[in-house]
């Protein structure tokens, strides 16, 4: 199992990034995908999970209906738009293979993660 994230950087507030998960090894289209999120000196966050066909999405509170979670199961690839950022969301993202139930409790399925920086 390989998960590859992208598309972190700086951004000011109010700004819009969109991140990239390239998965291999597995067979991508079989599983629910989630982006988990952990800030500096904190424990790790759920953000939002994807079922497999996409016809569910799930976000935190603290994101919805600001970030947008889509897949390519063509492509093998996760995606996390997001708009409207906040200085809070920085943190550093990875994509996990599974929900939050199952990823929580272990990291053998995350891939390395990307960081996004939120600063004027």
């Known amino acids: 199992v390989q998960l590859v994230e992208s598309g972190g950087g700086m951004v000011q507030p109010g700004g819009s990034l969109r991140l990239s998960c390239a998965a291999s090894g597995f067979n991508f289209s079989n599983y629910f995908m989630s982006w988990v999120r952990q800030a500096p000196g904190k424990g790790p966050e759920w953000v939002s999970t994807i079922s497999t066909a996409a016809g569910s999405t799930y976000y935190a509170d603290s994101v919805k209906g600001r970030f947008t979670i889509s897949r390519d199961n063509a492509k093998n690839t996760l995606y996390l738009q997001m708009n409207s950022l906040k200085p809070e969301d920085t943190a550093l993202y990875y994509c996990?293979?599974?929900?939050?139930?199952?990823?929580?409790?272990?990291?053998?399925?995350w891939g390395q993660g990307t960081q996004v920086t939120v600063s004027s």
């Open positions: 996990a293979r599974g929900v939050w139930a199952a990823i929580s409790t272990s990291r053998d399925y």
